[in-house]
């Protein structure tokens, strides 16, 4: 059972920067994609970023061109790198990983708050 972990959200001005990271109990080399989802109040979750085993990332256009996700397979962990906030950004993140079967794994989730 892989477990992943967040960490690094937290309050932060509009234009500001924050990186989260996902780090996992288990390899992350062997997992088909690793993904970051958000979910804002009142909202249903969405994918925003996603990289998959061989490296190809594809993002949401909400978050295109400002987030970048990135992978270090010798730590275990998923980053995401958020510039240029936004208010809208706010949400609950989450962490997500499909094993080879496609079993998804979820994180515990990490607020990011975007002050205007």
């Known amino acids: 059972q892989v477990q992943l972990v967040e960490s690094g959200g937290g309050l932060v001005q509009a234009g500001g920067s924050l990186r989260l990271s996902c780090a996992s ?3 992350i080399f062997s997992m088909n994609s690793m993904g ?3 979910q804002a109040p009142g909202k ?3 994918l925003i970023a996603f990289i998959t085993k061989g490296g ?3 993002y949401a256009d909400s978050v295109k061109g400002r987030f970048t996700i ?3 397979n010798a730590k275990n962990t998923v980053y995401l790198q958020m510039n240029s906030l936004k208010p809208e950004d706010t ?3 989450s962490c ?3 094993d080879h079967e496609n079993r998804p794994y979820w994180g515990q989730g990490t607020q990011v708050t975007v002050s205007s």
Do not use: K
Request: zero cysteines.
């Open 25 to 27: 109990s288990g390899s």
């Open 36 to 38: 970051w989802y958000r």
């Open 44 to 46: 249903e979750r969405e």
């Open 56 to 58: 190809s990332t594809n």
């Open 70 to 72: 990135s992978r270090d």
């Open 91 to 93: 949400a609950v993140y």
């Open 96 to 98: 997500n990983a499909r």
